[in-house]
């Protein structure tokens, strides 16, 4: 048997299973193999049923003396058993379960775990795992691992499928780390591991086993990430000289002053642009902290040396936000700026004489492959069709491409903009989620940084408070219609487009539909009430915020559309329906959607939760404007798995548990740094390279 080995080749494998398997993405012996516990149950401590108390669990071995069923009044099955030992003896109940009067009989030795539960007095164990003893022991008296499930594939299906498997592999595994790296950072070999993360002999030793494995993780994505970097520096780009005078007289024309961190920022981007080897940089900035401005920066000093931008973005609601803002920052310039959607409806180009003209498709493409489009703003229709398709885009001279919150964009995907020439476009992505510190060492270690960590002087700072009662509700209601009397807008946020089914942990989550109808209706009968979300055509949406923007709408309901980019200086408040279920990067993005302008604004959190760790987390952003902040504490008390976008990425779930520790991703990021200067190819590390090229495979960075 290989680690290839497809699942169905097992004993006890058929269809269904493979299928519930699959949901697990497991289609291989590896796959198992690589099936990590969550966590562990500790019934290593066998108790004497004498010294068993009643609302604990419990690890106990003895003899059955007597085992039979029963039915209850209302026709549930019930198996009785007792089960003694030198100290005493305990009764034992199982629900639904009355094949084990045919599997279990008197005089057999059995090891059990459970719960200890009292009814009238009388101690008994209730519905507890068991195993005989004239076996080795794998669901009880031991550490037994506790595995990520999923709808008919228990933790007790697993152990048994995957035991075997550990014997059979347990020294054939070929390791994968270099030894260098294994004695220097004392971890476990490769195989003692596998055996002590699945089955371990001490809870120290699956901790081992575990940072074993972390290690190895997230040394393999480093090793990712630098050799992607490694071989962009490799290609060549234009280089793109800083047109000072020219920059200068465009930091005069605005009416305020840059930052420091915007000045320290387009520094860092102009001296990139500069280079042979093409640029790879994240902007971060809070909402409001001024990226446009640096973007605009690096599109005019290209444009100035005849080379042409490209700017995309995610909507394109979004896309029409940048065209009007570089349109107005750079209308002292004499810059043609075109923009482009996917929805074939409008296609219009900034010209010389300050004015905005419609023209063709066709038009717009042949004078961006002339040259005559000197800044190309949309969506990813931009690459849609290019390398020769049908209505695809050809640029002339491609010197810089400018990505609004979306982080990756390969050399692939340059290369489509490119049609195959030599030079790849300088990259410079921007975005308004704070990133940790050790997302930034590792899911974008490919890329440099540049953060601009204060806001322009003049931003208010926005009253944020916590409501969970309808008292709260009501008032906050009133000072929606108070702030509307004096002109204001405002925002209100749902998790959800549509009403949820009854029966799942969704149906108390308020939803865009129901709320629209509610506060149209009846909270707000008198007042303009609009609604906003993903299912609605761009068109639509587009007309919506036109609406808001204008003023002809008082209030606005949505889902998070209004995350990223939305600017409307008039809106004062922002309410946030079912907080609980946002991150707080995001939910400080929403927050960054008010508070634009002169006038003091609000952002409301509602939640429904009683838990003390939502309440903590939500006070967070009660005490705290700074995003950075925010992030590094979203990921200590939410976790990697939950932050905003993770869960796509493909990153095996120890990785992204182990996001969390600086000190272990550090470590790992300077192996991965130490291995590729002395081997930059892993010719000589045949294995890890196997294993490089499989997690490229699985691990998805957008």
């Not at 009238?120 to 507890?128: A, L």
């Not at 076996?135 to 009880?140: A, C, G, P």
């Not at 120290?204 to 994505?221: C, G, P, T, V, Y």
């Amino acid at each position: 048997m290989k680690l290839s080995t497809p699942v169905k080749n097992l004993s006890g494998i058929g269809e269904v299973y493979q299928e519930k398997l699959k949901n697990l993405n497991i289609k291989t012996v590896g796959d198992l193999l690589y099936h990590f516990p969550h966590r562990y149950e500790d019934f290593s401590n066998v108790t004497s049923i004498s010294k068993i108390k009643p609302g604990e669990e419990c690890s106990v071995q003895g003899t059955i003396k007597q085992i039979n069923n029963t039915k209850t009044y209302q026709g549930k099955n019930l198996t009785h058993a007792i089960i003694e030992d030198d100290s005493g003896a305990v009764k034992v109940v199982w629900f639904n379960q009355p094949y084990l009067t045919n599997v279990l009989e008197s005089g057999q030795e059995v090891s059990l775990a459970g719960q200890v539960k009292i009814r009238e007095e009388e101690i008994f164990i209730s519905n507890p795992a068991y195993e005989k003893m004239d076996q080795e022991l794998t669901h009880t008296g031991r550490i037994v691992p506790v595995y990520p499930e999923t709808e008919g594939l228990s933790s007790h299906w697993l152990r048994k499928i995957i035991k075997p498997l550990v014997e059979e592999f347990k020294d054939k595994i070929p390791e994968t780390l270099p030894e260098q790296i294994l004695k220097q950072r004392d971890l476990l070999p490769v195989n003692k591991a596998l055996k002590q993360i699945h089955f371990p002999s001490s809870l120290k030793k699956a901790e081992q086993a575990k940072h074993r494995f972390s290690f190895e993780e997230l040394f393999l994505i480093e090793l990712l990430v630098l050799r992607q970097r490694q071989r962009l520096n490799q290609r060549k780009s234009y280089q793109i000289p800083f047109k000072e005078s020219r920059i200068k007289q465009f930091a005069d024309s605005l009416p305020f002053e840059l930052t420091d961190a915007q000045r320290k920022a387009a520094w860092e981007v102009l001296q990139d642009l500069q280079k042979e080897q093409p640029m790879n940089r994240l902007l971060e900035g809070d909402v409001g902290s001024g990226k446009t401005i640096v973007a605009a920066i690096a599109a005019l000093n290209t444009a100035k040396n005849n080379y042409q931008t490209a700017i995309m973005a995610p909507t394109s609601v979004l896309a029409k936000q940048h065209f009007k803002s570089f349109s107005k920052l750079l209308a002292d310039f004499k810059q043609n700026i075109g923009f482009l959607t996917g929805d074939k409806d409008k296609w219009v180009s900034r010209k010389l004489k300050r004015q905005t003209i419609e023209i063709s498709r066709e038009k717009l493409l042949e004078k961006v492959e002339d040259g005559q489009i000197d800044i190309l703003i949309g969506t990813h229709a931009l690459i849609q069709g290019s390398q020769g398709k049908p209505g695809g885009v050809d640029f002339s001279k491609l010197g810089l491409v400018i990505l609004d919150e979306q982080h990756r964009f390969g050399v692939e995907q340059r290369a489509q903009l490119t049609q195959g020439q030599e030079q790849v476009p300088h990259l410079l992505s921007m975005t308004a989620t704070p990133i940790p510190r050790t997302l930034a060492l590792t899911i974008y270690g490919d890329l440099d940084l540049s953060v601009i960590d204060e806001l322009p002087p003049g931003r208010k700072k926005v009253a944020t408070e916590l409501i969970n009662s309808k008292e709260g509700r009501q008032k906050t209601y009133q000072f929606i219609r108070k702030e509307v009397d004096q002109g204001r807008q405002a925002f209100v946020i749902c998790p959800r487009i549509e009403p949820g089914d009854e029966d799942n942990n969704w149906s108390d989550v308020k939803s865009v539909e129901e709320e629209y109808e509610k506060l149209n209706e009846e909270v707000f009968p008198d007042l303009k009430v609009g609604k906003l979300h993903g299912d609605m055509k761009n068109s639509k949406k587009e007309r919506i915020m036109k609406k808001f923007k204008k003023g002809k709408l008082d209030i606005i309901i949505s889902t998070s559309v209004v995350e990223v980019g939305v600017d409307v200086p008039n809106a004062t408040v922002m309410m946030i329906e079912g907080a609980e279920r946002f991150g707080l990067a995001q939910l400080h993005q929403f927050r960054g959607r008010v508070g634009r302008a002169e006038h003091k604004s609000y952002c409301f959190l509602f939640t429904t939760s009683e838990s003390d760790k939502t309440k903590k987390r939500l006070k967070a952003l009660v005490e705290s404007e700074d995003g950075f902040d925010l992030a590094e504490r979203d990921l200590k008390l939410r976790g990697p798995g939950d932050l905003s976008g993770t869960r796509q990425w493909g990153i095996p779930d120890l990785a992204m548990g182990a996001l969390t520790n600086v000190d272990l991703v550090k470590k790992a990021r300077k192996d991965a740094q130490s291995v590729l200067e002395q081997d930059p190819e892993l010719k000589d590390h045949p294995r890890l390279e196997k294993r490089v090229e499989s997690i490229d495979r699985k691990v998805h960075l957008e």
